[in-house]
Structure formats: C-alpha cells, structure tokens
C-alpha cells in the first residue's frame, strides 16, 4: 500500500506558477521529515526541497531556493510545494517521499507514481 500520494502538476508556462500536494494521511509522522524529488527519464531523483514535520525546518536545493516553498498542514496531513518562476528545467515528475532530516538526499521509501510537471518555454 502506498503510503501517500501525489497531485497537482500539469502543463504550465515558463514563468507560471504551480502547487503540488502530497496526502500523507494514511501515515504517521512525529520525528521524520518529508521531501520532494524530481526525476526525468533516465535520470536520477534530485532533492528539490525537504521539511521537517515535527518543527518546520525546511531545505531546499540551491537550484529552486527564492522560487519553491515546501510546507506542510498537520490538520490536512498534507506536504506541498509551492512553485513560482517555473522555468523549463524544472520539468520533471515530482515525487515525495520520507526522508531523514539529516541527510533528505536519500529517499526512504519506494517511489509512488509521482506528478507529471510540465514547463512550456
């Protein structure tokens, strides 16, 4: 069973703007962090953003720093990820995934299918 789901991506033009939410409510989370990744085909997954779920804490990797806000609602048990300024690199399938805060690069869980974002130049 997958453990949460991803939503929101779509067809979008440079410059636009596009939220993706996570539904993490059939899980439970105290201590953990979740994250965000992307990965076009034949490429690795790339952390894109990650937030600590007890307290807040985010990171974010430096290619989306200004432009991408992860965040998350304890009352919804939803993770999203607010992104503004899409440029046509940030193309992708977006997936989140549980992660240890202290290093969110490596995902713990298996991917789910993710959410096709696609930015038109």
């Known amino acids: 069973q997958v453990q949460w789901t991803e939503s929101g991506g779509g067809l979008v033009q440079a410059g636009g703007s596009l939220r993706l939410s996570c539904d993490v409510s059939?899980?439970?989370?105290?201590?953990?962090?979740m994250a965000w990744f992307r990965q076009v085909p034949g490429k690795t997954h790339e952390l894109v953003a990650a937030?600590?779920?007890?307290?807040?804490?985010?990171k974010y990797a430096d290619s989306v720093k200004g432009r991408f806000t992860i965040d998350r609602d304890n009352v919804k048990k939803t993770v999203y990820l607010q992104m503004d300024s899409l440029r046509s690199e940030d193309t992708a399938r977006y997936y989140c995934?549980?992660?240890?805060?202290?290093?969110?690069?490596?995902?713990?869980?298996?991917w789910g299918q993710g959410t096709l974002v696609t930015v038109s130049s």
């Open positions: 937030i600590n779920w007890s307290e807040g804490l985010t």
């Open positions: 995934n549980r992660v240890l805060w202290g290093y969110p690069a490596r995902a713990l869980n298996a």
């Open positions: 059939r899980s439970s989370f105290s201590r953990d962090a």
